[in-house]
């Protein structure tokens, strides 16, 4: 597909049904998506860097220039599980994802595939002075990521409540070992679907933690809306999801998440990836399939997305067994 018809297609989507269900086999074929080129055309505002070092230097926010305050984070964070800290990020950077994901929805395509280009892994990098405050200097990537289009026109909602990680995040009330971060590309509101949690501090005060949905008081839920500029962390054992976007809602809840740890602790996946260094093409597209089955169980998904994303992994696996 050229770049005129794909943008013209984003343009004239009106926010199709949620991507995962739509029915419609991705317009990109597995062997295709093997392409580079395929990619690049599809999003000219985006960039793949394919294992070379990104022309532009990346500015992190950081404490002394009123990117956060890293006292107060700290405070409510091991007190309610999470932090919300508003306007740390460039608009401009944030909107060109926006568009990026359209077009990617607009073509049958999954959100998360917005993770092939380089802007949505700097968003991140852009984001070290904060994980570095949480989690110290040695910081690895998990390789658990997800994007989302919450579509208000096709009964959307984000993941249904849970915790990203059953075991042991922190050590104590003071160190932690792994984090979650999360970054809004459009408005996120109680009427399309933001995040929502139940506070940790709250959960504390429950005879044994919540196990299921309906164990949560409902007067103890909060929704905490977002605007893209914004990020939100919580620590993995934090009982969180997103809402149900009402068919009502003027914008699709678009946002981004991905999970760190302190590499000084042992491994909590088979692959951790460098902040600085995010995987070669192929790796990344292979890294984005695998993604698919994983997280199955939190997002419905069509059985001929999952077979599609499935041929992807197996064709990045044949290309790289050839070379
Ligand atoms: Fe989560």
């Known amino acids: 597909m050229d770049q005129v018809s794909a943008l013209a297609i984003a343009e004239s989507a009106a926010y199709r049904p949620a991507i995962l269900n739509t029915g419609h086999f991705p317009m990109i074929t597995a062997q295709n998506a093997t392409d580079i080129q395929v990619w690049q055309k599809l999003n000219p505002q985006l960039s793949i860097s394919n294992g070379v070092s990104p ?86 990537l998990l390789p658990h990521f997800w994007a989302w289009h919450v579509d208000p026109d096709a009964d959307g909602s984000g993941w249904p409540p849970h915790r990203d990680y059953q075991g042991e995040s922190t050590i104590g009330d003071e160190m932690l070992i792994s984090l979650s971060l999360w970054v809004p590309l459009s408005n996120a509101t109680p009427e399309n679907g933001c995040m929502h949690v139940l506070p940790r501090n709250f959960e504390k005060g429950y005879p044994a933690p919540v196990s299921e949905p309906g164990e949560v008081r409902l007067q103890d839920i909060r929704a905490l809306p977002a605007k893209p500029g914004a990020v939100m962390g919580w620590r993995q054992d934090l009982y969180h999801w997103g809402g149900r976007a009402s068919p009502y809602a003027f914008e699709p809840r678009i946002s981004l998440s991905l999970e760190f740890q302190n590499a000084a602790f ?32 939190m997002q419905s998904m069509d059985a001929e997305t999952l077979k599609w994303a499935n041929d992807v992994v197996d064709a990045c696996a044949t290309i790289n067994h050839m070379q």
């Open 55 to 140: 022309g532009t230097e990346i500015a992190e926010i950081g404490a002394d220039k009123a990117g956060f305050d890293g006292g107060a984070l700290s405070e409510r964070f091991w007190d309610e599980g999470y932090f919300l800290i508003h306007d740390v990020l460039a608009a401009g950077e944030l909107e060109k994802l926006r568009s990026g994901i359209e077009v990617l929805v607009a073509n049958g395509l999954p959100p998360a595939l917005i993770y092939l280009y380089d802007e949505a892994w700097d968003v991140f990098r852009r984001l070290r002075p904060l994980l570095t405050h949480f989690l110290g200097d040695r910081i690895a």
């Open 266 to 297: 042992d491994p909590l996946a088979d692959q951790l990836l460098g902040l600085d260094h995010p995987p070669v093409f192929l790796d990344r597209l292979a890294l984005i399939a695998k993604q698919f089955e994983k997280y199955r169980h």
